[in-house]
Antibody
Framework: EVHLVQSGAEVKKPGESLKISCESSGYIFTSYWIGWVRQMPGKGLEWMGI????????RYSPSFQGQVTISVDKSISTAYLQWSSLKASDTARYYC??????????????WGQGTLVTVSS | EIVLTQSPDTLSLSPGERATLSCRASQSVTSNYLAWYQQKPGQSPRLLIY???SRATGIPDRFSGSGSGTDFTLTISRLEPEDFAVYYCQQYGSSSWTFGQGTKVEIK
């Protein structure tokens, strides 16, 4: 069974750095793209970027390019989302999600439980 | 970037009624690249429909998707109590994924 398990909630101050994780199991990690999606409080879903663990090919939404870094560690089937300098506006829940296998389709078929990031002074 | 606009923002219906949710794209979307998700409060999104009209594994047949080009529809034939939630459409195009703003289906 496919599982994406995300790291726990974080409370940070503006300017601090942060790296959250998404550990995958139940499938071949290197064969499926993993995306990250932001959901600000009471708002909708926003695609941030996506990475292919097989070769670390990474694509970013123009809205998030340069603001975050997506990476993977294949040895532990884990994807990461990191910030070098957080802002209060980064307060949100962040989801990782697995893209479906077929190259012909674009959808996320499995989602992590989300990581709540709170940035406040 | 392709913008997806969902309508209505909120749909107030009773259990047993039919729900019709719309997703309109700012430019043509390849049907294979259009999906629908359901999100309940405090839960992660769940894939309902992919490729505009294919139901995901385990999704009841009361959920159906249709459309092409710039206009897509999610239909719930008879609302069950567990269907009251927020629904999002999502597309891929021009190397970018985007979501609609969501439609909330609430109990009337």
């Amino acid at each position: 069974e496919v599982h994406l398990v995300q790291s726990g909630a974080e409370v940070k101050k503006p300017g601090e750095s942060l790296k959250i994780s998404c550990e995958s199991s139940g499938y071949i990690f290197t064969s499926y793209w993993i995306g990250w999606v932001r959901q600000m409080p009471g708002k909708g879903l926003e695609w941030m970027g996506i990475i292919y663990p097989g070769d670390s090919d990474t694509r970013y939404s123009p809205s998030f390019q340069g603001q975050v870094t997506i990476s993977v560690d294949k040895s532990i089937s884990t994807a990461y989302l990191q910030w070098s300098s957080l802002k209060a506006s980064d307060t949100a829940r962040y989801y990782c999600a697995r893209r479906g296998y077929s190259a012909s389709y674009y959808y996320f078929d499995h989602w992590g439980q989300g990581t709540l990031v709170t940035v406040s002074s | 970037e392709i913008v997806l606009t969902q309508s209505p923002d909120t749909l107030s219906l009773s259990p047993g009624e039919r729900a019709t949710l719309s997703c309109r794209a700012s430019q043509s979307v390849t049907s294979n690249y259009l999906a629908w998700y359901q999100q309940k409060p405090g839960q992660s999104p769940r894939l309902l429909i992919y490729a505009a009209s294919s139901r995901a594994t385990g999704i009841p047949d009361r959920f159906s998707g249709s459309g092409s080009g710039t206009d897509f529809t999610l239909t719930i034939s008879r609302l069950e109590p567990e269907d009251f939630a927020v629904y999002y459409c999502q597309q891929y195009g021009s190397s970018s994924w985007t979501f609609g703003q969501g439609t909330k289906v609430e109990i009337k």
